[in-house]
């Protein structure tokens, strides 16, 4: 077989949402450093080609995400990492972090020690440490000490043609988020909700963008709402998410990045403080749990470093191959699976 392009595959899960990890024939990513990589990724012509290899049809699907194991920039890194999804490559995710520290240790790319492995990760948002247990060969729990997390602002009011003036926080955790408490959509976070919970995301993503500007105050290449995150509070305590994602999926995971983003607004109203461990559930009912390690400042403002456990689950070995006479190099996407936005990929 003559191959245009090999990239080989390892398939993991965190907690029901899929990142796989390119773990070999990734090309070379320019950039001094991962944020502009990131940047070449989204803007150059030869990355956005890239990402579409990787997470279109044919090869690719909408659900799940790539991470492209990149050489570290940082001294104490032992990989980077940037995502890719169907939109664009992103900056930063927690459910990601764990399969590519899952991956990192069971593959063999990096040593496992028993019973507990510190991997520290390098991303465009900055360095991401790893605690992983482990166990007969096995990674069993990962505990993330997450990028500084902070509110950009609270209660947004923001008005829709559907469901009138609703009120939005806007907060990164590593990409930044509209946070909506989901009653105000008239919905509730379960799997018979999705399909109409992801149309609602996908609404206000679009109304939030036209009108707000989102800029990260250091780091320039992290900008605009990546996504909007449902939540609700459970009787027990339990903050149960849903972040929707462009085309239009939910994530199966409780969400990292967006539970980080959420418990810098429980901080910023006093309802969290450090040492506070919180639970999260996921539209699936998968779990994580939420911890706020220390406060910090980003830019002068107020921020919290957050902490996300989960669990992540090899379950696959594949290659992804570009044959040079295969009609479809760049990918495809139709409406009847990816939903009305495949339009615009």
Avoid at 106 to 121: C, D, H, N, R, S
Avoid at 230 to 237: H, K, N, P, S, T
């Amino acid at each position: 077989m003559r191959w245009k392009r090999t990239i080989q595959l390892l398939d993991v899960h965190a907690e029901g949402e899929i990142g796989k990890v390119a773990i070999g024939g990734v090309p070379k990513i320019p950039g001094n450093t991962v944020a502009e990589q990131l940047h070449w990724l989204n803007t150059d012509p030869k990355g956005q080609e890239l990402r579409r290899f990787l997470c279109l049809e044919p090869r690719g699907a909408p659900i799940g995400s790539v991470n492209l194991l990149l050489p570290p920039k940082h001294p104490e890194a032992d990989a980077a990492f940037i995502i890719l999804q169907p939109d664009q490559a992103h900056a930063s995710s927690g459910s990601n972090s764990i399969c590519v520290t899952t991956a990192l240790l069971e593959a063999g790319i990096v040593e496992m020690q028993e019973p507990e492995t510190i991997v520290t990760l390098e991303t465009a948002a900055g360095l991401v440490k790893a605690r992983a247990t482990c166990r007969d060969g096995r990674c069993e729990k990962v505990t993330l000490t997450m990028v500084p997390s902070f509110v950009h602002e609270l209660d947004v009011a923001v008005e829709t043609p559907e469901w009138g003036k609703i009120t939005v926080d806007l907060c990164y955790g590593g990409i930044f988020y509209a946070l909506v408490d989901v009653g105000q959509v008239g919905l509730t976070i379960e799997k018979a909700n999705a399909a109409e919970l992801v149309r609602a995301g996908m609404v206000l993503k679009d109304l939030i963008n036209r009108s707000i500007s989102v800029v990260h105050p250091e780091i320039p290449a992290i900008s605009g709402v990546a996504y909007v995150m449902f939540r609700d509070l459970e009787a027990d305590g339990t903050v149960r998410t849903c972040t929707t994602m462009w085309p239009g999926r939910a994530d199966r995971s409780p969400c990292g990045t967006g539970n980080s983003a959420n418990l810098a607004t429980l901080h910023a109203r006093g309802k969290a403080k450090v040492g506070d461990v919180f639970k999260s559930r996921s539209i699936i009912n998968s779990e994580f749990e939420v911890g706020l390690l220390a406060e910090t400042t980003v830019a002068g403002r107020p921020a919290i470093i957050p902490t996300i456990a989960g669990r992540g689950f090899t379950f696959g070995l594949s290659q992804v191959a570009l044959d040079p006479f295969d009609p479809h190099p760049g990918g495809f996407a139709l409406t009847d699976v990816w939903g009305p936005q495949a339009g615009d990929i």
